[in-house]
């Protein structure tokens, strides 16, 4: 079960908080619905519940908050808006990326497709979907992990009727099964016959928390739909024969020629519009809204054009009602009375052997477009569920491995970008190459001096920063609070990743630019440095550090920009401040690390060891070694610090 407690929002400028102290509770087995107009802070609560927006209360999934939860994803199936992934990815590349994420197999993602009738839409952009399949797709978001708890909001936005009462099935077979649903909605019809419980909010605050029986006893009341060409003259007839008889009945004259009488019933009309020889063209039972705050009232005609129904509440005709003559609306209803008796006379101006049309009093069956409301626990065929999966509880280090590699290939942009660094590195080779004067290794790294860096280590530091931006431009795990971008196993894989990344681009770049100047200029632009292995580690060493610097600063930062914008500020700002204070004249250097370590570890280094630990040690001790250095050094902190702090709040 669910259970808030005190739940209100930061306050706003000049304004009252969106919501403020509001509690209840939604019961396992039972579907829940929140309730309320535009704006009332439907969508604030569950935010706010799910932890995704900064306040105060408590909420309470099965006894424990959302972040005392190992696995949210596994407890709570989340739809809060759109679905949050790449426009650019499929259907089913989003939830086998999301399958990965939570632990699940991959399997599941062709199951829940199938529930959601989305299977012939599998290879479809997310940014192509409509409005009523991404609904669809948000719910096999939710299900995927075979959650206790589904929280969905207005998961019915965009469906067809059929579509909904596919919907309302699934949703109620879920409770049937012992599962805790909360949903939300603006319209009181629905959620009187699709919830078991209805909680009422009206401009951030809780107004009431019912029974859905008791819900539609005081908040809906039936009422006797007509249409007549004598609208105006019928209206005034209940309402005078309403008054003598000290009934409670409200007559509402809406647009055109239609009435809407509360506390009728269609015999009681339609013996009335006999009488008085009045055509009636429509005479059915509906169901109507009472508003938000609903007022007692007695007999009273309302004569209007579009006049608001949301009023009064329904009473029975007894002897005990009483009506008081004090207020002064009974002056427009003398004038419609007598308006009313003016149009008789007219008709009847010919005598009383005069033929009047008299309508049949059986009334006519009910419009199409008006159905009664089916029973809350119908459910429609399609509403079978995907079957219930067994999960591993047990934390697997490569579960956000496999979500990272999936995240990356499931859309094209890191293969245009690859694409796009080996075709501008090729091209600026060659120009180098003819204008001459340019070192070996610049030439087959195709890194002009005059520029900061190659376009190797650029791009590796754009797809860096892209692993963690579009994790903040599409959060797609923000509602699972067990695998947020922020984790340092999540860290990890993107780490992993990007280096396995920035060293495939650099070994390709190499390779093309090499093959580029031997086709065009021959064998004498392409060959190999004598120092060719230290060359290649400061190669490898340069794009991997732009990668990791591009992943920790826009996970820092959470923006692309600002990850790009970090590798770009190694070289340019940086790299001229390590020069500086390497040129002070009161700084060492580090020369001969190796032989002093062997000496006080007393280990010979074995296969050579000491070759290449001096090669690292003057890799680093370059000034774009040290600049790399000492910024992912700097961003790592900022980053571990950041971590910290969320979790402390």
Not at 224 to 244: I, Y
Not at 423 to 431: K, Y
Not at 543 to 555: D, E, K, N, R, S
Request: proline fraction near 6%.
């Amino acid at each position: 079960m669910i259970q808030a407690v005190g739940l209100t929002s930061n306050p706003r400028k000049a304004l009252p908080p969106a919501v403020d102290d509001v509690s209840f509770e939604a019961r396992a087995g039972r579907v829940t619905v929140l309730l309320g107009a535009p704006g009332a802070g439907k969508t604030t609560v569950l935010r706010l519940m799910l932890e995704l927006q900064q306040g105060r209360g408590l909420t309470y999934f099965r006894g424990r908050p959302l972040h005392r939860i190992a696995h949210p994803s596994r407890e709570v199936g989340v739809l809060l808006g759109d679905v949050p992934g790449h426009p650019s990815r499929t259907v089913r590349g989003h939830l086998r990326m999301l399958c990965a994420a939570t632990g699940v197999p991959v399997r599941r993602a062709d199951e829940v497709l199938e529930v959601v009738g989305l299977v012939s839409l599998r290879d479809e952009r997310l940014g192509t979907l409509s409005r009523g399949m991404d609904r669809r797709l948000g719910l096999a978001c939710a299900l995927l992990a075979d959650p206790h708890t589904l929280v969905l909001d207005a998961p019915a936005d965009g469906l067809s009727s059929r579509e909904n009462r596919w919907l309302h099935g699934m949703l109620r077979a879920h409770a049937d099964q012992g599962g805790t649903v909360l949903t939300t909605t603006t319209d009181p019809k629905e959620a009187a016959r699709t919830a078991d419980q209805v909680v009422t909010l009206k401009e951030g605050r809780l107004v009431a928390d019912q029974d859905a029986a008791d819900f539609a006893r005081t908040r809906l009341r039936p009422r006797v739909a007509v249409r007549s060409p004598h609208a105006a003259r019928l209206a005034a007839l209940l309402t005078k024969e309403a008054r003598t008889a000290h009934c409670s009945v409200e007559v509402v004259q809406e647009d055109g020629n239609r009435l809407s009488v509360y506390g009728s019933t269609c015999a009681h009309v339609g013996e009335a519009a006999f009488r008085h020889g009045i055509l009636i063209h429509q005479l059915a039972d509906e169901t109507g809204d009472m508003g938000s705050n609903p007022v007692v009232m007695a007999a009273v005609g309302v004569v209007g054009a579009e006049a608001h129904v949301e009023a009064s509440a329904a009473a029975d005709c007894t002897e005990a009602d009483t009506y008081t003559d004090t207020d002064d609306s009974f002056d427009n209803l003398a004038e419609a009375e007598a308006e009313a008796e003016a149009e008789a006379e007219a008709e009847t101006e010919v005598g009383s052997e005069a033929e009047v049309e008299r309508p049949d009093t059986t009334p006519p069956p009910a419009p199409a477009q008006s159905p009664p409301l089916p029973s809350p626990r119908a459910a429609d065929a399609l509403s079978a569920l995907p079957p219930p999966i067994s999960v591993r509880s047990a934390p697997s280090p490569l579960r956000p491995l496999r979500y990272e590699l999936r995240r990356a290939a499931g859309i094209s942009t890191g293969f245009l970008t690859g694409a796009a660094v080996l075709v501008v590195s090729a091209l600026t080779a060659v120009l180098l190459a003819r204008v001459g004067h340019t070192p070996q290794a610049r030439l087959l790294a195709a890194w002009p001096a005059q520029l900061p860096l190659p376009p190797a280590a650029l791009g590796a530091g754009l797809l860096g920063a892209l692993a963690f931006g579009d994790e903040f431009r599409h959060p797609a795990l923000a509602a699972d609070r067990g695998t947020v971008p922020r984790r340092l196993g999540m860290l990890t894989a993107k780490l992993v990743v990007a280096a396995f990344t920035a060293l495939l681009l650099a070994f390709l770049t190499m390779g093309c630019n090499a093959e580029v100047l031997y086709l065009l200029y021959g064998r004498e632009f392409a060959k190999v440095p004598g120092d060719w292995l230290a060359l290649t580690a400061s190669w490898f060493g340069l794009v991997v550090g732009c990668a990791w610097a591009g992943v920790l600063a826009a996970g820092v930062f959470r923006s692309t920009t600002a990850g790009l914008a970090a590798v770009l500020a190694v070289p340019v700002a940086v790299v001229p401040l390590v020069q500086a204070a390497a040129g002070n004249t009161s700084v060492r250097t580090a020369a001969g690390l190796s032989v002093r370590l062997r000496e006080v570890l007393l280990v010979q280094w074995p296969f050579g060891g000491e070759r290449y630990l001096s090669a690292a040690v003057r890799l680093v001790a370059q000034p774009v070694g040290w600049a790399l250095a000492l910024s992912l050094t700097t961003l790592l902190c900022a980053y571990l610090f950041t971590t910290l702090r969320s979790r402390v709040r």
